[in-house]
């Protein structure tokens, strides 16, 4: 189906509100065989519901073309009976094209963004699975056991109470730290630095754990849209594995320039873990995978060192000119 997008000339409203078929009328017929088509020598000013004498006596449709596929037509047409010239229809070539790369362009990006909505619901699925799922199933197996307690002393029920509280209450702070962390989003021509610094003050503040953001050279290196959301959930990521695993009293959250682009480091004073960088962490630790194919994805690097003094996350991400 074929409608008008964009108008400009007073037509009257109920021309305003025509649609076509592809291969119907001149705009139809142009759309669907990808050819420029002109009105009189093209066609039937009364074959076409939009393009009749009251409307205009000449027109031009030039097909709008991207990647090889017709997203539509710009029409121009004259109540005159006067042929385009040349140098007209140059003119009409160079703004048709320049408007298919724009709505080729907003198609991209319309993919990109529904595919980032796919990629966070799989992230919050394994989230729920690693998480509120597995906490979960452990309470109901230590309600099962509460059966085989009667009769036993006070402490057996108190020791069974206290295991159920504290898992109650851990599936809570990971159900409310979700929350928070989609809430968390960057808006077009938002500043990067300013989120990410709402955000380490909100996670300080709900963990009782010191962040510190440090800025070293070229912390302010611009980085493209995709870069900065992947990262901002690569940071989110690592502080979440810090909370729940590490038994950190203290992050840092570092930024500089490096290498023609922007590296980051989260590094935690915790207990870390044995890591080789050929092998791969216990799931229980980090969510590696998720951080490195979210700084591949983007045309990074990430890079894991951990031991008995702490675990150090750097991620590099290569500069907006670089990447994109």
């Given amino acids: 189906m074929i409608f008008w997008k964009a108008l400009s000339g007073g037509l009257r409203a109920e021309r305003r509100k025509v649609r076509w078929q592809v291969g119907e009328g001149l705009i139809g017929t142009a759309v669907g065989d990808g050819k420029w088509l002109m009105l009189p020598e093209d066609g039937d000013p009364l074959g076409d519901p939009i393009l009749g004498p009251e409307a205009v006596r000449t027109a031009l449709v030039v097909p709008m073309e991207a990647r090889g596929r017709v997203l539509g037509a710009l029409v121009v047409g004259r109540r005159q009976n006067r042929p385009f ?38 992230r919050i699925a394994r989230e729920m699975h690693d998480g509120l799922a597995q906490a979960l199933g452990y309470l109901n197996l230590k309600l099962e056991s509460l059966r085989t307690l009667k009769g036993q002393p006070e402490e057996a029920w108190e020791k069974a109470r206290s295991e159920m509280q504290k898992v109650v209450n851990d599936a809570y702070a990971e159900v409310r730290q979700g929350i928070f962390s989609l809430k968390t989003k960057l808006d077009p021509g938002s500043s990067f630095t300013l989120t990410l610094v709402e955000y380490l003050r909100e996670f300080e503040a709900q963990n009782n754990l010191h962040v510190e953001l440090v800025k070293g050279k070229g912390a302010e290196l611009p980085i493209s849209a995709k870069a900065e959301i992947q990262l901002i959930r690569i940071i989110q990521e690592a502080l979440a594995n810090v909370r729940k695993h590490a038994r950190a009293t203290r992050v840092e959250v570092r930024l500089e320039g490096r290498d023609d682009g922007l590296q980051v480091t989260v590094e935690d004073n915790g207990r870390g873990f044995e890591y080789q960088e050929t092998g791969s962490a216990p799931t229980r630790h980090f969510g590696l995978a998720v951080m490195r194919e979210r700084a591949e994805m983007v045309g990074g690097r990430l890079k894991i060192e951990s031991g008995p003094g702490g675990t150090r996350v750097t991620v590099w991400l290569p500069g907006k000119g670089e990447g994109g």
Avoid: C, P
């Avoid at 140098?87 to 963004?113: F, H, K, P, T």
């Fill in 85 to 122: 010239s040349n140098e007209e229809r140059r003119l009409l070539s160079g703004l048709a094209m320049q408007a298919a790369i724009a709505l080729e362009n907003v198609r991209l990006y319309d993919q990109v963004q529904n595919l980032a909505v796919v990629e966070e619901r799989e």
